[in-house]
């Protein structure tokens, strides 16, 4: 089991930047691929960025691709996501989210891969 707990979230202007980070337990970072999710209200849940094991191949979503970083520092266990230049579409609710048993990385984007889930960190951008 990956036990996983995010923070992080809160309220900026946009233009602003936040940092998201997933603190995970059970299992080391270095075994898992993993990603961050949000959703808005009335939304689906989408992937945002992934990562894999080693932290060398990722996955940004379009939306987010040159603004967004996704990292592991495996040392504490953990996997961030510094966001700049934030938006107001980019208000959501943040998961976190791990995948433990299948190393193959090249479906990052894929929802139903992930078993483990944070309980999520609200971002807010207002305008």
């Known amino acids: 089991q990956v036990q996983l707990v995010e923070s992080g979230g809160g309220l900026v202007q946009a233009g602003g930047s936040l940092r998201l980070s997933c603190a995970a337990s059970?299992?080391?970072?270095?075994?898992?691929?993993m990603g961050w999710f949000r959703q808005a209200p009335g939304k689906e849940r989408e992937c945002v960025a992934g990562?894999?094991?080693?932290?060398?191949?990722?996955y940004y979503a379009d939306s987010v691709k040159g603004r967004f970083t996704i990292s592991k520092d495996n040392a504490k266990n953990t996997m961030v996501l510094q966001m700049n230049s934030l938006r107001p579409e980019d208000t959501a609710v943040y998961y976190c989210?791990?995948?433990?048993?299948?190393?193959?990385?090249?479906?990052?984007?894929?929802?139903?891969?992930?078993?483990?889930w944070g309980q999520g960190t609200q971002v807010t951008v207002s305008s």
């Open positions: 989210a791990a995948d433990h048993t299948n190393p193959f990385w090249g479906d990052l984007a894929r929802r139903s891969r992930y078993a483990h």
């Open positions: 990562i894999d094991r080693s932290g060398r191949n990722t």
């Open positions: 059970g299992r080391t970072t270095g075994s898992c691929v």
